[in-house]
């Protein structure tokens, strides 16, 4: 079955740039989207289609794609973005959705 | 703005079936994609399947001999059933509403709160 790779943990201090990487096999082909999820709270998207931001999400949140590896980023990072961030994609084919095992942010 | 919420038994016993319902409200259910995932306690979130509102679904592979979905548009609600259930498929349980437009898909966009379902006896 089709997996998507993310790191367990990013550590960051405040203020500062925070990367989180998606690997997978597909991803040259499928969009990536990414959730951030709260302790307690549904998960909420931040970014699809690889790059593009839904409207009340803040500047600070930002896509790439490079071949089978997508990046969250986020600048100047503040204390209410400590979460938890999963990718979400699709198989080659487009019909299965996936999760990568998430990543929790933390700071430094 | 459209908000969903999940209902359904907080505990099932082993070998029966699960049964979810999703309410939509403040919008239409008709024209969009519906999903449910689910996370069991400290563990990543699990796609479990999808359904549009003619009723044609995908499923996670690894649940497709398990899992039915259905949509009641009369009802603004959809459904998920998955059966012979074990503590494995103990677990918070969250639908969400998936966008497609134009042929591309914009993400899951709209969460229910969740439910947490145990399966013990």
């Known amino acids: 079955s089709y997996e998507l790779t993310q790191p367990p943990s990013v550590s960051v201090s405040p203020g500062q740039t925070a990367r989180i990487t998606c690997s997978g096999d597909?991803?040259?082909?499928?969009?990536a989207y990414w959730y951030q999820q709260k302790p307690g709270q549904a998960p909420v998207l931040v970014i699809y289609k690889d790059s593009e931001r839904p409207s009340g999400i803040p500047e600070r949140f930002s896509g790439s794609s490079s071949g089978t590896t997508v990046t969250l980023t986020i600048s100047g990072v503040q204390a209410e973005d400590e979460a938890d961030y999963y990718c979400q994609s699709a198989d080659s084919s487009g019909t299965y959705w996936v999760f990568g095992g998430g990543t929790k942010l933390t700071f430094i | 703005q459209v908000q969903l919420q999940e209902s359904g038994p907080g505990l099932v016993k082993p070998s029966e079936t699960l049964s979810l319902t999703c309410t939509v409200s403040?919008?239409?259910?008709?024209?969009?994609?519906w999903s449910w995932i689910r996370q069991p306690a400290g563990k990543g979130l699990e796609w479990i399947g999808r359904i549009y509102t003619s009723g044609s679904t995908n499923y996670n592979p690894s649940l497709k001999s398990r899992v039915t979905m259905s949509v009641d548009t009369s009802k603004n609600q959809f459904s998920l059933k998955l059966s012979s259930v074990t503590a494995a498929d103990t677990a918070v349980y969250y639908c969400?509403?998936?966008?497609?437009?134009?042929?591309?898909?914009?993400?899951?966009?709209?969460w229910g709160q969740g439910t947490t379902v145990t399966v013990s006896s």
């Open positions: 403040g919008g239409s259910i008709s024209s969009y994609y």
């Open positions: 969400a509403r998936a966008i497609f437009l134009e042929g591309y898909y914009y993400g899951m966009d709209v």
């Open positions: 597909a991803l040259p082909k499928q969009y």
